[in-house]
């Protein structure tokens, strides 16, 4: 089996790092990624954060291709893949202090979106960061034209994806017991949101 390679990983990846570094301290102990892919994200990313347990995630059909990478590199702190469906499969059951996702709610359906936004409600501890990548839309608007013609290519693939609303993910985010720390403007008109879990779940 040849190796799975993204190009958009390696082209997002010094970015998304830079924004980790800003927001991840030694107090964070382990960290979950949802939708792992290829693995590169995992590779590149934890050895910066050697004191940190990196755990990836993803459909079991993924596992081999980002198990390759991880042979090869070698890095002592990155876990061995777990199989989560967002929407079937609940968290490992341990406590983690970072939840990331690169890339995932425009191919998610909106119902898996909410699921997982509610699993971060349920699983994660006051303190806790979430941290979501990718394309999102403001007020009802694409961000660019690129963007616009990307949800048409991922509605063609499955009408049920697609790029979603900050406003409405953001709602979600707050009603699960999140606020907002940073919405952070990313190349290639990407963002990176970033959540700290509040003490108590707010009343919808």
Not at 65 to 83: L, R, S, Y
Not at 100 to 123: D, P, Q, V
């Amino acid at each position: 089996m040849e190796k799975p390679f993204s190009a958009a990983c390696e082209r997002n990846k010094d970015p998304i790092l830079g924004v980790l570094k800003e927001h991840i301290t030694h107090e964070h102990k382990r960290l979950l990624e949802i939708g792992s892919g290829t693995g590169q994200h995992a590779v590149y990313f934890a050895p910066e954060f050697p004191w940190m347990e990196w755990h990836p995630s993803d459909l079991k059909v993924n596992h081999a291709g980002m198990i390759q990478w991880f042979k090869e590199a070698k890095i002592q702190n990155i876990f061995p893949p777990v199989k989560l469906d967002v929407g079937k499969d609940d968290f490992p059951k341990l406590k983690f202090d970072v939840v990331y996702t690169a890339n995932t709610f425009h191919i998610m359906h909106w119902k898996e979106c909410k699921s997982l936004m509610k699993l971060l409600g349920h699983r994660l501890r006051e303190g806790s960061l979430a941290m979501i990548y990718g394309p999102f839309n403001y007020n009802g608007e694409f961000t660019s034209d690129s963007n616009r013609e990307f949800d048409q290519t991922l509605k063609a693939r499955d009408p049920l994806s697609g790029i979603r609303s900050f406003e409405d993910v953001n709602n979600n985010m707050e009603k699960n017991g999140f606020e907002l720390l940073e919405d952070q403007e990313m190349p290639a008109n990407n963002r990176m949101l970033v959540y700290r879990r509040l003490k108590f779940v707010k009343k919808s």
